[in-house]
Each structure stands twice: as structure tokens, then as C-alpha cells.
């Protein structure tokens, strides 16, 4: 099978696909409206085959806080020893670190990190080159590697792909009967 019969296939599932998807939440929301809440309904084919159980969730009540500092308050009015004090650094970080390193070096470790604009340029200038490339045009930097990856198909049908696969299924050009059975032999 040629890519062009491939990207015709992979085009006409993409389109069913959408469409059923569709089909299937505007119906899914229809029945979700003539429910109750922990409604089951046996799906039955017209053969009196049970197909499917479907069924409207009865979640239990979810509680949250809409108003926290009004809760707060409650809380520390009626419950006071349940409020948590918590310290929070409102200082520039550079000015934290200054102040630490002078009266407490012991709380402060120290790491060291490549500048992410290097990083980047390194990485821009291997995929340039099709191998790790420093960016002086150094060659074999350590820890880098350059990988080609498989590419992904990806389908955006256009707004009249419906009706042209509908006539190719119907014309014999498109054999899509193990997905879409035609003519009620399943």
C-alpha cells in the first residue's frame, strides 16, 4: 500500500472518529438530561442483546473553602489552637542570601548550574549542526546528544472530508468495513 492510500485511510478514521466522538457527547447529554442521578439503563440491541449499562454518577457533596479569610476568623475565634503560624521570606532573594551567608553560612549549600541562555544556545547550534556543538564550534562537548526522532502523522480534516469519504465507502474506493459495518452484516 502506497503513503498516498495510507494518508486516505488515516484521513477517513480520523474523520468517523470526530464524528462519532461527536455524535456520541451530543447523545450522551440528551440521555444525561432525562436521568436522575444514579439512574442505570440497560442499553438492549434490537436482537434483545444487552449491549451496555449505562448510568448517571451520584457523586457525593464535595465541600471546599469559597471564602478563607471569613473561615480563618471561625476557626480563630473558636478554635484558636488550631491556627498555624507560618513564616514567609518577603525579602529579594539575593538580599535572604546575602544576610544568611554572613550570620548563618551553614543554612545556605551552594550549586552550580549552566545558564539556561548557554544551554540553549548549545542546543540550537547541535541541532544546526547534526551533532553536539559547543558555541565557539567546539565539537564532542560531553552530555550532549544529538537524536532523530520519528515524526508524527497528524490529521486536520477539511469541512467536506465527511461527505467525500462517505462516497468513496460507497463507491468501493474506501474498504473501511472491519470499522464502519455496511449493510447490516456485522
Known amino acids: 500500500m502506497s503513503s498516498r492510500d495510507l494518508a486516505v485511510q488515516v484521513t477517513a478514521y480520523k474523520v468517523l472518529k470526530d ?15 432525562r436521568m436522575e442521578r444514579g439512574d442505570r439503563v440497560m ?3 434490537p436482537n434483545g442483546v ?18 478563607v479569610p471569613a473561615f480563618r476568623a471561625w476557626v480563630a475565634k473558636h478554635y484558636p489552637e488550631r491556627i498555624v503560624t507560618t513564616l514567609e521570606i518577603v525579602g529579594a532573594p539575593e538580599e535572604v542570601k546575602e544576610v544568611l551567608m554572613r550570620h548563618a553560612p551553614a543554612l545556605l549549600k551552594q550549586s552550580d548550574a549552566v545558564h539556561p541562555d548557554l544551554v540553549r544556545t548549545v542546543l540550537n547550534d547541535s541541532v544546526k549542526h547534526g551533532r553536539a556543538t559547543g558555541p565557539g564550534g567546539e565539537v564532542e562537548i560531553p552530555g ?11 490529521c486536520v480534516p477539511t469541512e467536506n472530508a465527511m461527505g467525500i469519504v462517505a462516497e468513496m465507502l460507497q463507491s468501493g474506493e474506501l474498504d473501511l468495513l472491519d470499522v464502519l459495518p455496511v449493510g447490516g452484516g456485522v
Not at 464524528?19 to 438530561?33: C, P, Q, S, T
Not at 444487552?50 to 471564602?67: E, F, G, L, M, T
Open 144 to 154: 550532549v546528544e544529538v537524536e532523530s526522532r520519528e515524526g508524527v502523522v497528524a
Open 19 to 33: 464524528h462519532a466522538e461527536g455524535k456520541y457527547n451530543e447523545v450522551r447529554a440528551e440521555l444525561a438530561a
Open 43 to 45: 442499553a438492549v440491541a
Open 50 to 67: 444487552k449491549i451496555a449499562a449505562v448510568s448517571k454518577k451520584d457523586p457525593k457533596p464535595q465541600a471546599r473553602i469559597v471564602d
